[in-house]
């Protein structure tokens, strides 16, 4: 394995491993606020500017990217299909969203306060809410990069934009 393709000595990825690409396939989902699709969009932003992403092998060792993701909600379930920078598919697989229902449903209850709080509150309210919020994205972060744990290594940044990635697949 090349040093571009393992973790580095402080236990980063490389940057040989990153998504430049990143599509939602948003078929048939309703209509959402336009604070999710604000989300959304610097989700992907922050994404494409800064991320570690890495496909696992079987062996445990990172595959080199860089990479292109789609994610679909079907379901109960996310589909996450990687591919390279021809757009050739390297893995596909289904992530059941059981164990981020808790956290999702959570973040999603202190986000419409929060947004609402933003029109109404005062700054030391929002500021509190707003750290409430943080700890769930914190969490749910927690939980998706354990779920991916195997398949594919991310950083904490890129997995808390993930998180909102799903988040908004799942927004009504």
Not at 23 to 48: K, N, Q, T, V
Not at 72 to 99: K, T, V, W
Request: negative net charge; proline residues 3%; hydrophobic residues 40%.
């Amino acid at each position: 394995m090349a040093d571009d393709e393992r973790m580095g000595d402080r236990g980063v990825m490389e940057p040989a491993h990153s998504l430049v690409r990143i599509e939602l396939d948003e078929a048939g989902a309703p209509r959402r606020s336009a604070e999710a699709e604000h989300e959304r969009a610097i989700a992907i932003y922050d994404i494409l500017e800064d991320n570690r992403f890495a496909l696992v092998d079987q062996e445990g060792a990172l595959l080199a990217g860089p990479f292109h993701l789609y994610l679909r909600a079907e379901g109960r379930h996310i589909r996450f299909d990687i591919r390279n920078d021809s757009d050739s598919e390297l893995s596909q697989f289904y992530m059941a969203l059981g164990p981020l229902r808790r956290v999702m449903r959570d973040y999603f209850q202190v986000c419409d306060t929060y947004y609402e709080a933003i029109r109404t509150k005062s700054p030391s309210q929002i500021q509190a809410i707003d750290m409430g919020r943080r700890a769930l994205h914190n969490e749910g972060a927690d939980i998706l990069r354990s779920r991916l744990d195997g398949r594919v290594a991310t950083d904490e940044m890129t997995s808390r934009r993930l998180f909102t990635l799903i988040c908004v697949l799942q927004a009504r």
